[in-house]
């Protein structure tokens, strides 16, 4: 008897056994679906709030770049003192929403190559938000709308310049701070986007300084 004893409990403990693994797994399992539906949701509401954040304010990075488009002509390639310098911009905003920036013109040799170049390159910032637009005397915020073009004509001769690398804010003329020489002129605009800023340059266009 207490053999068949044994052996029957013995047959009855996997049985059990299995059971319990069985209850144990399924709590588990249960426990760990709830957690993550939790995350789940979590996430979804945080990626909606972040992309109804973006969607009210300036677009994302990337997108300013792709679709933020400054183009410069310039209606004389040789400058000389007391002539008018005039540059047409254009300002294309080819995204949904607004981009807010502040822009300035820059002048750099052609022989400064490398890094170091900003040494010797020359900046003249300027208010787009007047038409015909005026020196800039400190980062003036432009807006262009999502979808919209903006067109200026500039006289670069009226702004104020300085070094790119400098403490105070440019302040002389252009001709009579730029030495002569063969330099590459660009537009390029500082977009405030959520979470930093990016610069975004136009076309160079090559002069000459007599």
Request: aromatic share 8%; hydrophobic share 40%; glycine share 8%.
């Amino acid at each position: 008897m207490r053999i068949f004893g044994t052996l029957e409990m013995d047959l009855h403990r996997p049985t059990l056994a299995w059971f319990i693994f069985l209850v144990m797994f399924s709590l588990g399992a249960f426990t760990s679906a709830a957690c993550l539906g939790t995350n789940v949701r979590g996430d979804r509401s945080l990626k909606q709030e972040t992309n109804r954040d973006n969607n009210e304010t300036t677009p994302a990075l990337s997108n300013a770049q792709d679709g933020l488009k400054l183009i410069i002509t310039v209606e004389q390639k040789e400058w000389s003192r007391g002539q008018p310098i005039w540059v047409n911009l254009v300002v294309q905003n080819g995204t949904a929403s607004k981009v807010q920036g502040s822009t300035a013109f820059d002048l750099v040799p052609r022989e400064a190559k490398g890094p170091n170049n900003d040494w010797y390159s020359f900046w003249g910032p300027v208010d787009l938000a007047k038409d015909p637009p005026t020196p800039a005397r400190a980062a003036v915020p432009f807006v262009i709308e999502g979808g919209k073009e903006v067109k200026r004509r500039i006289d670069l001769s009226q702004l104020k310049w300085g070094r790119l690398i400098q403490a105070v804010w440019p302040h002389a003329d252009l001709l009579s701070l730029v030495p002569p020489g063969s330099y590459d002129l660009n537009c390029a605009m500082e977009i405030q986007v959520k979470g930093g800023a990016n610069r975004i340059k136009s076309n160079a266009v090559g002069i000459l300084i007599k």
